[in-house]
């Protein structure tokens, strides 16, 4: 029986090595505990940008990574990339996901604008919505996706940007 159990426990082991999961480090100050001063949108004196992300392991076959922000606080910009999508071409296991302008609808590079911010009004976005709360202490989170050339979710992680 301890040998079973032994082999049961190599098995899954071997089996949890054959997928690793992405990686993902935010950089440009970004910490995911606070926004970065002047990361803020342009409403509240900032001039916000996305992130810059570092991201290892990415699943075989992934091909463009998008990125869904999102407000954790504020329900109708919190999910689904509620402050815009942003989708960026890869290739091999890892990739440096550079850091795109906010409102702008033409961006650097290969990225480009999935969707655009959500938001309404004084807050529309062409594309990336920087953090808008007026420092209320919103939490803001990143939805990064391996994307399959055909289209599909290969895999998904969460990434806390900070509060503000």
């Avoid at 900032?46 to 922000?69: C, D, K, R, Y």
């Avoid at 709360?133 to 919103?138: D, H, L, P, T, V």
Wanted: glycine share 16%; aromatic share 6%; with cysteine.
């Amino acid at each position: 029986m301890k040998k079973l159990i032994t082999s049961c426990a190599a098995l899954l082991l071997t089996a949890g090595m054959a997928h690793a999961d992405m990686s993902i480090q935010l950089g440009g100050g970004w910490d995911g505990k606070t926004v970065p001063e002047g990361q803020q949108c342009t409403l509240f004196d900032g001039n916000g940008s996305t992130p810059p992300m570092q991201i290892s392991s990415l699943p075989s076959g992934t091909a463009l990574v998008h990125v869904e922000f999102n407000d954790r606080d504020y329900p109708p910009l919190s999910e689904n990339g509620g402050h815009g999508v942003i989708g960026y071409p890869v290739e091999g296991s890892s990739a440096d996901i550079y850091s795109v302008p906010g409102l702008a609808g033409e961006l650097p590079g290969d990225a480009k604008v999935v969707s655009p911010a959500k938001g309404t009004g004084e807050y529309a976005s062409d594309g990336y919505m920087p953090p808008c709360s007026g420092g209320k202490g919103n939490n803001y989170f990143a939805v990064v996706k391996a994307i399959s050339s055909s289209g599909d979710v290969i895999e998904e992680q969460v990434v806390e940007m900070g509060q503000y």
